[in-house]
């Protein structure tokens, strides 16, 4: 029998991915009394599916600095909440074959070393000589940050869910949201198919369903799913060592070392929006082409499995935090648009300090849902 719910939290959080559990255990620990609400497993949508990559590596400002605090967390992830996640720091290799692409990369490079990142330029022979399986036609340049790297989503999921229990946190799986009740412009309370609890806060960290949860409360999240699709190779014979989270930024197609073998993965031009996670036979034949024209030597190894998941997009590709203007107490943090991941750990800070009412670790303003109403969107450009 499933464990009764709380009849009221402080702090409830939708969904139990990164983003809600990062969330709830930076609450928690904190002294906050938090409810989290999962209605599967934990992990078990868009960030069990993830490739995994940390990086600090973007255009916008505010995305460097979130990389970089969440990329400081990954690195100290053993003592603080604890366990392991398979941290692997080879960095992160940008593959440039076009003129205005190096340019904007260079002034992308010049932001990032202001804000601390160690990234930098390279010519095609050094980023040839640290990926070997790269064919340099058609590249002028690329960028590397030695500090990026990839790691287990699912174990930095456990992780802050047993930080979070640790410091007195509930978390409730198989436990569906059904309605969230808003009274005078104030959330009351959450509703779900076990039971309401009473709440003034509520947290919305669902991914890529978050524009249905944000419906639940009045406020609209631009937000639309769109699949991803990862394969597996078998175990590929004399697999560099130190092989770095390889990107070609022109077609997206990107590799890193997974155990034996690579993940590799590539977004699809042709894919709408929608919640198909199924596998594609087109999606496999359009990569094969890449794969082949970009790291033939790849083109050889074998899939052992795949998967697909769903990216959580905004029009800008840039994430949605903050609070509802009109709906009290509602706050998002979604829209990620394949970052949300590896941005999990400082978010989870950022919510905290929203919650409280205190100055967030970063400022977080620009990424105020309400940039869409007017004409002050943020792209991103790093956005694979």
Do not use: K
Not at 62 to 89: W, Y
Not at 157 to 177: K, L, N, Q, S
Not at 263 to 273: N, V
Not at 371 to 377: E, I, N, V, Y
């Amino acid at each position: 029998m499933a464990a009764e719910l709380p009849g009221r939290a402080e702090v409830v959080v939708i969904g139990g991915g990164v983003v809600g559990t990062s969330a709830a255990f930076h609450l928690a620990e904190a002294g906050v009394d938090v409810l989290l609400l999962e209605r599967d497993e934990l992990a078990s949508g868009s960030t069990s599916r993830a490739a995994g990559g940390v990086r600090a590596q973007f255009s916008d400002p505010v995305n460097i600095q979130l990389g970089l605090r969440s990329l400081e967390a990954f690195e100290r992830f053993a003592d603080r909440p604890g366990g392991e996640i398979d941290l692997v720091q080879h960095g992160y290799l940008f593959l440039l074959d076009n003129t205005d692409d190096v340019a904007a990369f260079q002034r992308n490079v010049a932001v990032q070393n202001e804000l601390g990142v160690p990234s930098r330029m390279l010519d095609v022979a050094e980023a040839c000589a640290m990926s070997p399986y790269v064919n340099p036609e058609g590249l002028l340049a690329a960028t590397f940050s030695a500090r990026d790297g990839h790691c287990t989503p699912e174990a930095v999921v456990a992780g802050y869910a047993a930080g979070a229990r640790a410091h007195g946190a509930t978390i409730r799986r198989h436990c569906t949201v059904t309605g969230i009740d808003v009274v005078d412009g104030a959330v009351t309370g959450v509703r779900t198919d076990s039971g309401t609890v009473g709440t003034g806060t509520v947290i919305c960290a669902a991914g890529a369903w978050s524009a249905r949860v944000g419906e639940l409360a009045g406020v609209a999240l631009p937000v639309r799913p769109l699949r991803r699709q990862v394969v597996v190779s078998e175990p590929v014979a004399d697999l560099p060592p130190e092989l770095p989270f390889t990107i070609d930024f022109g077609t997206s197609f990107y590799f890193h070392d997974e155990g034996p073998g690579l993940l590799m993965g590539m977004s699809d031009s042709e894919q709408g929006f929608g919640f198909d996670t199924s596998r594609s036979a087109e999606w496999l034949g359009r990569f094969a082409e890449v794969v082949a024209r970009r790291a033939p030597a790849l083109s050889e190894v074998g899939i052992a499995h795949g998967w697909a998941g769903l990216y959580e997009m905004t029009p800008d590709h840039n994430a949605v935090v903050g609070e509802a203007a009109a709906v009290s107490r509602f706050l998002y943090a979604t829209g990620f648009s394949g970052h949300g991941f590896l941005q999990g750990p400082a978010i989870g800070e950022v919510l905290r300090d929203l919650v409280l009412g205190h100055t967030p670790v970063v400022d977080v303003s620009a990424l105020d849902v309400r940039r869409f109403a007017g004409l002050a969107s943020r792209p991103e450009l790093n956005f694979v």
